[in-house]
């Protein structure tokens, strides 16, 4: 409560804190806009009938679970998202431009950032129009279905995009945290109530006599999840880093230091890449033929199936070594102690310091898929486990905790060093 009333006290963080709420207040009142040429009676209809559709789920988690809502804002930041995924995966040695321009400083970062955009929008027009096509082939929710209608509600789709990135830009210069994280905390936030009314209506209201106990068991479940997840996503590995002076000695006491090695390096990356590859098959054939592959693809690799939720968990476990090492890499971090004159104790510098990183990245990078790992299955196993108690819409976990956990620390870090560094301007300025 005294931070809360610390933040309120200083002038310039409560205008960031106003103007943060008065952008996703903007953002809200356009989730509630639809798109044209929707026939809103039929949509009502398929919404009901996606609510367990895995593919919409994780589209949801990054677009702000407003997909199937249709709204200007539909696709969420969701483009944007998966261009710098891309970018950035080219941008590892794939592309030699690309990885020049990760190496040039702040401006080729804004150029980076410039090619990123563009690809989103390419992106958000594919899925824009993809998706209509689909959905309507499926519940014929669009009232009229010419070329032109369809160029120009993936127009009106796209255009709710880059409007949302440049609230995101807004919030991130003029408000706190990051403004594109904020969007999606804002639109997994704000499904969660409707979320715990499922669970109670099919628990407690159509549950029976033990429905009490089962919705009981839900909401501390729940917690236990948020505080877990909370847990893991500031555990690290501290690795001590000893300091040499100019003249090759040693700096004892103060030269101490330790490089952080992150738990769960990757957050939740490779739960994406998991669910886009094991989808990205039966949408392809959902578009040119749905004969006996389609239908085995359909059948097993979901994740409402033993056998798709085996290879989900699976993938999931690769992917999370994948990209830790995408993310951190022991090389680099070996050539910056020598840079730095500083190195690991009791390990000589060069190669053995890229091998013990390495063994130490892999030794914790297993606690962090296993972690990954079962956060993202549980929405899917336990309405097994419980023979369907829990739907598979309002069951816990998944990455959407994950991300709310991980915005909400990271936002709060962010205010706490905004208003230290005011303190000590405000101790200065006497």
């Not at 999370?320 to 004159?341: C, G, M, R, W």
């Amino acid at each position: 409560m005294r931070f809360i009333t610390d933040l309120f006290k200083n002038k310039e963080i409560r205008i960031r804190i106003i103007f943060t709420l008065a952008m996703l207040l903007l953002y809200r009142l356009g989730t509630v806009v639809p798109v044209p040429n929707v026939d809103s009676v039929k949509l009502s209809g398929m919404v009901s009938a996606l609510e367990s559709n895995n593919l919409v789920g994780m589209m949801n988690i990054l677009g702000g679970g407003l997909l199937q809502s249709l709204s200007i804002f539909s696709l969420g930041v969701g483009p944007y998202i998966t261009a710098s995924i891309i970018v950035q995966l080219l941008a590892m040695d794939v592309i030699p431009y690309l990885t020049e321009l990760t190496k040039s400083g702040q401006s080729g970062k804004q150029q980076l950032d410039r090619i990123t955009r563009y690809l989103g929008v390419v992106l958000a027009y594919v899925q824009a129009i993809g998706i209509l096509y689909v959905f309507n082939s499926q519940y014929g929710i669009l009232l009229s279905t010419t070329p032109a209608d369809y160029f120009f509600m993936g127009t009106v789709m796209t255009a709710g995009t880059m409007f949302l990135l440049w609230i995101a830009d807004q919030i991130t210069t003029k408000g706190v945290g990051n403004g594109t994280s904020l969007i999606i905390f804002a639109g997994i936030v704000s499904a969660m109530p409707n979320s715990f009314v499922s669970a109670f209506n099919a628990m407690v209201t159509n549950g029976g006599s033990l429905g009490w106990l089962w919705f009981t068991l839900y909401v501390i479940s729940f917690i236990a999840i948020i505080i877990l997840v909370t847990f893991m996503s500031g555990a690290v590995r501290k690795i001590s880093i000893q300091y040499t002076s100019s003249a090759g000695g040693t700096m004892r006491g103060k030269g101490m230091n330790h490089l952080p090695l992150m738990i769960n390096s990757a957050s939740v990356i490779p739960v994406i890449f998991a669910g886009a590859i094991m989808q990205a098959p039966i949408i392809a054939l959902s578009w040119v033929n749905q004969g006996s592959v389609y239908q085995f693809l359909s059948t097993y690799f979901v994740t409402s199936h033993p056998v798709g939720l085996a290879i989900y968990a699976v993938l999931t476990i690769a992917f999370t070594f994948f990209y830790t090492h995408l993310q951190v890499d022991p090389e680099k971090i070996s050539e910056d102690f020598a840079k730095n004159n500083s190195y690991i104790p009791g390990v000589r510098p060069g190669k053995d310091t890229k091998n013990y990183i390495s063994t130490i990245l892999n030794r914790i990078t297993v606690l962090g898929a296993l972690f990954l790992t079962f956060i993202a299955v549980l929405p899917h196993i336990l309405p097994m486990i419980t023979d369907g108690r829990i739907p598979a819409s309002t069951a816990i976990g998944g990455t959407g905790i994950i991300i709310v956990v991980g915005v909400a620390l990271e936002t709060v870090k962010e205010l706490k060093g905004r208003l230290t560094e005011r303190s000590y301007k405000g101790l200065f300025s006497r």
